[in-house]
Each structure stands twice: as C-alpha cells, then as structure tokens.
C-alpha cells in the first residue's frame, strides 16, 4: 500500500529539548516536504526536498533543519524547540504530473512545546 | 496575509442541503487542487484543475476554476454526513515548479 509514515503521532516536550520527526515514504517519490499547521493559516510549507542530498526552505523555515541522505526519508529536526512551534505537522511526498503533482500526506505528527 | 483566501472558513448545514464553497486570490495560478482533511489524518487530494474555466465532477462534487486562473469554487449537491471535513485549495503559481501555497481551508459540518 502506497503511504507516507509519520512518527511520532503525538509528542510532548519542553522548550529546548532536541527533538526529531521521522517520515518515510514508500511510492519512490523524488519531491517531499514538510509542513506546519495552525488555526486559520492553513497547511505552511517548512522544507523541501527535490531529491538526495537536495533541500531547501520554505515559507516557515527558521527553527526547522532537514536532512535527505535517502530517498525514502525526509526527518524533521527541531534543534532546540519553542512553544511558537507547537503545531499539527505533516510531511508529504509528491508524484510529479503533467498538470499538477499529485501530494501524498502523511497522518500528522501533533506537537507541543512547554 | 493569505496568498489564497477560503470562505466561508465554517459551515454547518443539514444533510441534503447544496453548498459552495470559494477559493480566491489575486494572483494567477498554472494550477489549483483542492484537497478534503479529516480530523486525525493528513489531506487527501480531490481534484486538479490546470485550464481557465474548467468544470470537473467528482460524484456529488463539482469544482470550477476561473476563467483568469484566480480563482475557484466548489459545490457539493445534497450533502451527507460523509462529506464533512476541511476542504483546502492548493494553487501552483505560474512562476513556481513545483511548490503549491494553501489556502486556510473550510471546515464543513453536515449533520444527520
């Protein structure tokens, strides 16, 4: 079954505490990307990873590193976690179409920050 | 401020009932998806619609994409129970490959 895993799905943690968000995609997609998000903002795109070894930031970066040394594996990491980053996360992967990619989600990873 | 605007951002209507729902921007978009969230899980896509004017139909759905490519709108015919959800327009600007930007979404009740 084609899917994108999340893990955690829930975490609770204090301010500062290094922290790591693993997502694994199994459908070979080269695009993935993480996102945050809160009430009335929508879905904001943190990082993207147009394929091995490339990343790039988004619209909501600061805070955030990633890291694609698979092609199957996009990790979150949160260096040193604020409570302004308690958030619903999700990391997607993208199959590329003429005329629109189509973005595979993952479950969500609910996050907060003390 | 939001690049694409959703409304209404909260519907709540009797099973049975029409709706629409708008998505809309200033700026003009190669593409526009709209995508349906359930409490729990990630968003699912729906629809893309690439061609200015374009009319597609999913069941009792039904989505439109403006003739500038600025807008759209979706319309769900005697709604059920198991349409409610949050619904998210998604656009691909003209001057991005691949990067989409999300609109807040509509969160839509239907009640039995």
């Known amino acids: 079954e084609a899917q994108v895993t999340q893990n955690p799905r829930y975490l609770i943690t204090v301010t500062g505490k290094k922290l790591t968000v693993t997502c694994s995609q199994n459908?070979?997609?080269?695009?993935m990307s993480w996102y945050r998000q809160d009430p009335g903002l929508g879905l904001r795109q943190i990082y993207y990873s147009m394929n091995v070894e490339v990343t790039d930031k988004g619209d909501v970066p600061e805070g955030y590193k990633v890291s694609r040394k698979e092609k199957r594996n996009f990790p979150l990491i949160l260096e040193s976690p604020s409570p302004n980053q308690t958030s619903l996360y999700f990391c997607?992967?993208?199959?590329?179409?003429?005329?629109?990619?189509?973005?595979?989600f993952g479950a969500g990873t609910r996050l907060s920050v003390l | 401020t939001q690049l694409l605007e959703q409304s209404p951002q909260f519907l709540s209507i009797q099973e049975g009932e029409n709706l629409t729902v708008y998505c809309n921007s200033s700026?003009?978009?190669?593409?526009l998806q709209w995508y349906r969230q359930e409490p729990g899980e990630g968003p699912v896509l729906l629809v893309t619609v690439v061609t200015g004017g374009e009319v597609k139909k999913l069941k009792r759905l039904t989505f439109q994409f403006g003739d500038a490519r600025k807008d759209s709108s979706l319309h769900i015919t005697a709604a059920q129970p198991g349409d409610t959800g949050l619904y998210l327009c998604?656009?691909?600007?003209?001057?991005?490959?691949?990067?989409?930007?999300f609109g807040p979404g509509t969160s839509l009740s239907v009640i039995p």
């Open positions: 998604a656009g691909k600007l003209e001057t991005s490959y691949d990067k989409v930007i």
């Open positions: 997607a992967s993208s199959l590329r179409r003429e005329g629109g990619n189509i973005q595979y």
């Open positions: 700026s003009v978009f190669s593409s």
């Open positions: 459908m070979n997609h080269e695009y």
